[in-house]
């Protein structure tokens, strides 16, 4: 199989996103063969260390078939793995290489293994239980940070507290590590002494920007820390000798996910509801429904940091429906979610991952690998058998230890158990039998035949569930090639041809090289540091586009105009003919559609489980017409298209040693990590 050649744009987003340092400085970065090579390397690990011997040659043949498929852009494997694996550093933390996990928050031991996730980069869904997480006796009137003088590492490693009671102090002296930082919660949350001042002492920590060894991305330094802290500290004081509510939980959990800087925390969290009507709703979670409404003004900024959702556990009347997609027009919060069906597919359940694609029981982990469908139109077996590759190498990814010195034994237990999969497509739409019910069950069907062919090798427990849909988002632009890039998950693209805007830094060492290939740029009117390029986009055709007339330029375009409930049957046929967990969607819709919507909600609700929403935009409205500065994604004609695209000469990125991610316009809510 031929290595494929990316788009310009899958290269930048590629390489800004996937390659790690060769040094701790930053200043030189891994190539894509490279990468590659050690993604490679890291399955040929977990498959070694299986077996206990090397691989023998038709081990070797089919471990250089899924290289071959990685190289064409036919399969992906997830991006944890493609920013983790093969490094030295998941093979002691298992976790590091994980897409996604969920913790019920019911114990101080809960908060470490959810603050140690969030530090090595993994998503967490939680549920807070109220009980035995609790705030501060009264007698602690007095919080006082310690500040960090450090100018480079070397402080100790491990936390530390010390309780004066003579003096009345209680200090908590936080360790230079991810773990030193994970276990000083479970001392601020574990038996709290009545004394008169606690002390959050941060003078062993090293400043923010220098790369840390083994993750490779940059540390946010002591400060980001302190002010999460603090933070939680008067939350507790507020609680003096009561447990915390669920909403003090929450704001905790949210406030962790904030001392990070160039890797984000994801985080979802949902609450369940027996209720059925807008009135028992509003009396019992109309606190929750109003959770994250003005946020900012409110100074309540942490709570970007989750996804919340409604879980009913039973049908709810029409009119909760409809109040709900009414809240979520303008906020896109709360969402809503039918548990009893999730449970019906995984009576385990309890929760989801912040992308809500996977069935997680407490302590479950997940991890992902998903295939570009349309690239295989015309060659539905090789599909099959891509798909039974990358089942095969998803299991390979369950085979791991979650002991790692942090985490409680159910999660490793859990592992075992489970051996959670996630084959999900990208691309979609754009699949010759996307509509196809027996095509459908036949790719899925191939997905679980290979994760159960490798489960009954190594004589483990076959996957609980294999096959899943995930949003894609910085995968798929990852995957593009040149006049084919990829529909994301099982959403169609806003428009078949496309201007996408990418922010850089102004100092950005590659601008140089766009504006003499040609690109267009112009200062980012939201980002006085930022620089805006212009990345002309071409996805493939599918049926579900709309031609349309310009009524502005006069020309034809083929644009996204589908409408909810369309959005909403495709779920519903993936969900019975490919899905074992979830179909992460995004529904697009406007005001007029909801009567549809709240219909198809009451005639379909035994075949959902969850989906996200947002506000649908006119897609000839202009910026200044939807009250933006600009947008970064505008439809365009094929004639613009290839206008633009034929003044482009080639960009050598080979030489791009920037660490700056790319702001590709995603994961606004915090839900979808990048890495």
Same mark, same amino acid.
């Given at each position: 199989?031929?290595?494929?050649?990316?788009?310009?744009?899958?290269?930048?987003?590629?390489?800004?996103?996937?390659?790690?340092?060769?040094?701790e400085?930053?200043?030189?970065?891994e190539?894509?063969?490279?990468?590659?090579?050690?993604?490679?390397?890291?399955?040929?690990?977990?498959w070694?260390?299986?077996?206990?011997?090397?691989?023998?040659r038709?081990?070797?043949?089919?471990?250089?078939?899924? $290289?071959?498929?990685?190289?064409?852009?036919?399969?992906?494997?997830?991006?944890?793995?493609?920013?983790?694996?093969?490094?030295?550093?998941?093979?002691?933390?298992?976790?590091?290489?994980?897409?996604?996990? %969920?913790?019920?928050?019911r114990?101080p031991?809960?908060?470490?293994?959810?603050?140690?996730?969030?530090?090595?980069?993994?998503?967490? /869904?939680?549920?807070?239980?109220?009980?035995?997480?609790? /705030? *501060?006796?009264?007698?602690?009137?007095?919080?006082?940070?310690?500040?960090?003088?450090?100018?480079?590492?070397?402080?100790?490693?491990?936390?530390?507290e010390?309780?004066?009671?003579?003096? /009345?102090?209680?200090?908590?002296?936080?360790?230079?590590?991810?773990?030193?930082?994970?276990? $000083?919660?479970?001392?601020? *949350?574990?038996?709290?002494?009545r004394?008169?001042?606690?002390?959050?002492? %941060?003078?062993?920590?090293?400043?923010?920007?220098?790369?840390?060894?083994?993750?490779?991305?940059?540390? !946010?330094?002591?400060?980001?820390?302190?002010?999460?802290? $603090?933070?939680?500290?008067?939350?507790?004081?507020r609680?003096?000798?009561?447990?915390? @509510?669920?909403?003090?939980?929450?704001?905790?959990? +949210?406030h962790?996910?904030?001392?990070?800087?160039?890797?984000?925390?994801?985080?979802?969290?949902?609450?369940?509801?027996?209720?059925?009507?807008?009135?028992?709703?509003?009396?019992?979670?109309?606190?929750?429904?109003?959770?994250?409404?003005?946020?900012?003004?409110?100074?309540? /900024?942490?709570?970007?940091?989750?996804n919340?959702?409604?879980?009913?556990?039973?049908?709810?009347?029409?009119?909760?429906?409809?109040?709900?997609?009414?809240?979520?027009?303008?906020?896109g919060?709360?969402?809503?979610?039918n548990?009893?069906?999730?449970?019906?597919?995984?009576p385990?359940?309890?929760?989801?991952?912040?992308?809500f694609?996977?069935?997680? !029981?407490?302590?479950?982990?997940?991890?992902?690998?998903?295939?570009?469908w349309?690239? &295989?139109?015309?060659?539905l077996?090789?599909?099959?058998?891509?798909?039974?590759?990358?089942?095969?190498?998803?299991?390979?990814?369950?085979?791991?230890?979650?002991?790692?010195?942090?985490?409680?034994?159910?999660? +490793?237990?859990? #592992?075992?158990?489970?051996?959670?999969?996630?084959?999900?497509?990208?691309?979609?739409?754009?699949?010759e039998?996307?509509?196809d019910?027996?095509?459908?069950?036949?790719?899925?069907?191939a997905?679980?035949?290979?994760?159960?062919?490798?489960?009954?090798?190594?004589?483990?427990?076959?996957?609980?569930?294999?096959?899943?849909?995930?949003?894609?988002?910085?995968?798929?632009?990852?995957?593009?090639?040149?006049?084919?890039?990829?529909?994301?998950?099982?959403?169609?693209?806003?428009?078949?041809?496309i201007?996408?805007?990418?922010?850089?830094?102004?100092?950005?060492?590659?601008?140089?090289?766009?504006?003499?290939?040609?690109?267009r740029?112009?200062?980012n009117?939201?980002?006085?540091?930022?620089?805006?390029?212009?990345f002309?986009?071409?996805?493939?055709?599918?049926?579900? %586009?709309?031609?349309?007339? @310009?009524?502005?330029t006069?020309?034809?375009?083929?644009?996204? #105009?589908?409408?909810?409930?369309?959005?909403?049957?495709?779920?519903?046929?993936?969900?019975?003919h490919?899905v074992?967990?979830?179909?992460?969607?995004?529904?697009?819709f406007?005001?007029?559609?909801?009567?549809?919507?709240?219909?198809? &909600?009451?005639?379909?609700?035994?075949? %959902?489980?969850g989906?996200?929403?947002?506000?649908?935009?006119?897609?000839?409205?202009?910026?200044?017409?939807?009250? &933006?500065?600009?947008?970064? #994604?505008?439809?365009? !004609?094929?004639?613009?298209?290839?206008?633009?695209?034929?003044?482009?000469?080639?960009?050598?990125?080979?030489g791009?040693?920037?660490?700056?991610?790319?702001?590709?316009?995603?994961?606004?809510?915090?839900?979808?990590?990048?890495?």
């Amino acid at each position: 199989m031929q290595t494929a050649v990316p788009s310009v744009r899958a290269q930048h987003v590629h390489r800004r996103t996937y390659l790690r340092p060769l040094d701790e400085e930053g200043t030189q970065f891994e190539t894509p063969d490279e990468a590659h090579a050690r993604v490679i390397g890291h399955q040929q690990w977990l498959w070694e260390r299986q077996v206990g011997r090397p691989l023998n040659r038709e081990e070797a043949l089919e471990l250089h078939e899924l $290289a071959g498929l990685m190289l064409a852009r036919h399969t992906s494997m997830s991006g944890r793995v493609k920013w983790m694996g093969g490094t030295d550093l998941v093979k002691e933390r298992a976790a590091g290489a994980f897409n996604c996990c %969920f913790s019920l928050a019911r114990t101080p031991a809960d908060l470490v293994d959810i603050f140690w996730l969030l530090l090595n980069g993994c998503g967490v /869904g939680f549920k807070p239980v109220v009980g035995l997480l609790s /705030g *501060f006796p009264s007698s602690i009137t007095s919080v006082r940070i310690v500040p960090s003088e450090r100018t480079d590492r070397g402080g100790a490693e491990d936390s530390s507290e010390h309780i004066d009671i003579a003096a /009345g102090t209680w200090r908590i002296t936080f360790g230079d590590s991810a773990k030193g930082w994970a276990k $000083a919660i479970g001392m601020l *949350f574990g038996e709290k002494p009545r004394v008169r001042e606690l002390v959050l002492d %941060f003078s062993e920590l090293r400043p923010g920007g220098k790369r840390l060894r083994g993750y490779g991305w940059i540390s !946010s330094g002591w400060e980001p820390l302190s002010r999460s802290m $603090a933070s939680i500290a008067r939350l507790m004081q507020r609680a003096a000798h009561r447990p915390l @509510d669920e909403g003090e939980i929450i704001d905790t959990i +949210n406030h962790l996910g904030t001392v990070l800087s160039s890797r984000r925390s994801a985080q979802c969290c949902v609450i369940e509801t027996e209720q059925t009507t807008l009135r028992g709703l509003i009396a019992e979670l109309g606190w929750y429904a109003d959770f994250k409404t003005d946020r900012w003004e409110r100074g309540e /900024g942490q709570r970007e940091q989750s996804n919340n959702s409604i879980g009913f556990l039973r049908k709810p009347e029409p009119a909760v429906i409809e109040e709900l997609l009414r809240r979520i027009l303008p906020t896109g919060e709360p969402g809503f979610v039918n548990v009893e069906h999730a449970r019906r597919r995984a009576p385990e359940m309890e929760g989801f991952n912040p992308c809500f694609e996977i069935l997680l !029981s407490d302590k479950g982990f997940c991890n992902l690998v998903q295939n570009v469908w349309h690239r &295989f139109n015309g060659d539905l077996a090789g599909l099959l058998r891509a798909q039974w590759i990358a089942g095969r190498a998803n299991y390979r990814q369950t085979c791991v230890s979650m002991r790692d010195g942090v985490l409680q034994l159910p999660w +490793n237990d859990a #592992q075992k158990l489970l051996r959670l999969c996630g084959v999900s497509p990208t691309g979609a739409v754009a699949w010759e039998g996307i509509s196809d019910p027996k095509m459908l069950e036949a790719v899925r069907d191939a997905a679980i035949a290979g994760a159960d062919s490798m489960a009954d090798e190594f004589g483990t427990p076959r996957a609980r569930r294999v096959t899943q849909v995930q949003p894609a988002g910085t995968s798929s632009k990852a995957l593009g090639l040149e006049g084919d890039e990829v529909h994301e998950g099982a959403h169609l693209a806003l428009s078949r041809w496309i201007f996408n805007w990418v922010n850089y830094p102004h100092n950005d060492p590659t601008l140089p090289l766009f504006e003499a290939a040609g690109y267009r740029m112009r200062p980012n009117p939201n980002d006085p540091t930022g620089v805006l390029i212009c990345f002309p986009v071409e996805y493939p055709a599918s049926p579900a %586009f709309t031609k349309v007339l @310009d009524p502005a330029t006069g020309e034809h375009l083929e644009v996204n #105009q589908e409408s909810a409930v369309s959005q909403l049957e495709r779920y519903r046929l993936l969900m019975n003919h490919y899905v074992q967990h979830n179909c992460s969607i995004t529904i697009n819709f406007d005001d007029a559609e909801i009567p549809a919507m709240v219909d198809w &909600f009451m005639e379909h609700w035994d075949e %959902f489980i969850g989906v996200s929403f947002l506000k649908r935009n006119d897609p000839f409205a202009t910026a200044e017409q939807l009250g &933006f500065k600009y947008l970064p #994604q505008e439809c365009v !004609s094929r004639e613009r298209y290839e206008a633009y695209a034929s003044t482009l000469s080639h960009v050598d990125l080979s030489g791009d040693t920037s660490g700056e991610l790319l702001d590709l316009g995603e994961c606004a809510t915090g839900a979808c990590p990048i890495r």
